[in-house]
T-cell receptor
Framework: NAGVTQTPKFRVLKTGQSMTLLCAQD?????MYWYRQDPGMGLRLIHY???????AKGEVPDGYNVSRLKKQNFLLGLESAAPSQTSVYFC????????????FGQGTRLTVV | AQTVTQSQPEMSVQEAETVTLSCTYD???????LFWYKQPPSRQMILVIR??????QNATENRFSVNFQKAAKSFSLKISDSQLGDTAMYFC??????????FGTGTRLKVLA
């Protein structure tokens, strides 16, 4: 089972460039999430989705957009990358939003120079 | 807002010894779930153990157990017979119907040979 797959695994962007991170899950989960992980700050929720066609803001949504056109995919977009967006990004999915574990992808290390 | 606090940024333990990682949380919800995740150097997030708030019995998974004190809003993780493979970052997480997987800042555990 692939579980949750993120692409790419590494990326270097120049300030002002745009990019899209792709997350795909094959577990038929309704809920999907994007987090960023920074040293000393744990994982912070950027955006999440409770089902196909839905998105909602998390704790740190500014500078990011998301789309969930298909149930299995959750895309995270950076329209104009900034050095403050240098981070490790994790996608996760869960069957429900409250009582089941979240399954994580392997992370994407993004550096904005 | 719900918060999860891990007050020990780093800890170390001798191989075969026991170590306890602390986690406290703040919530006004009555029904919620708590998790401990492990993040080894590979960066993959792995579920260690989960606890339902409505259950008084502490969860156990092999060498891992929790001490859940609902009134004190405390959820500590005990690792018995520590192994070198337990070296990792450990994250405490909270989720409920309202709040989606809020993580603490993590505790970096090093098991010494």
């Amino acid at each position: 089972n692939a579980g949750v797959t993120q692409t790419p695994k590494f990326r270097v962007l120049k300030t002002g460039q745009s990019m899209t991170l792709l997350c795909a899950q094959d577990m038929n989960h309704e809920y999907m999430y994007w987090y960023r992980q920074d040293p000393g700050m744990g994982l912070r929720l950027i955006h999440y989705s409770v089902g196909e066609g839905t998105t909602a803001k998390g704790e740190v949504p500014d500078g990011y957009n998301v789309s969930r056109l298909k149930k299995q995919n959750f895309l995270l977009g950076l329209e104009s990358a900034a050095p403050s967006q240098t981070s490790v990004y994790f996608c996760a999915s869960s069957y429900s939003g409250s009582d089941t574990e979240a399954f994580f992808g392997q992370g994407t290390r993004l550096t904005v120079v | 807002a719900q918060t999860v606090t891990q007050s020990q940024p780093e800890m170390s333990v001798q191989e075969a010894e026991t170590v306890t990682l602390s986690c406290t949380y703040d919530t006004s919800e009555n029904n919620y779930y708590l998790f401990w995740y492990k993040q080894p150097p590979s960066r993959q997030m792995i579920l260690v153990i989960r606890q339902e708030a409505y259950k008084q019995q502490n969860a156990t998974e092999n060498r891992f157990s929790v001490n859940f004190q609902k009134a004190a809003k405390s959820f500590s993780l005990k690792i018995s017979d520590s192994q070198l493979g337990d070296t990792a970052m450990y994250f405490c997480a909270f989720t409920s119907g309202t709040y989606k997987y809020i993580f603490g800042t993590g505790t970096r555990l090093k098991v010494l040979a």
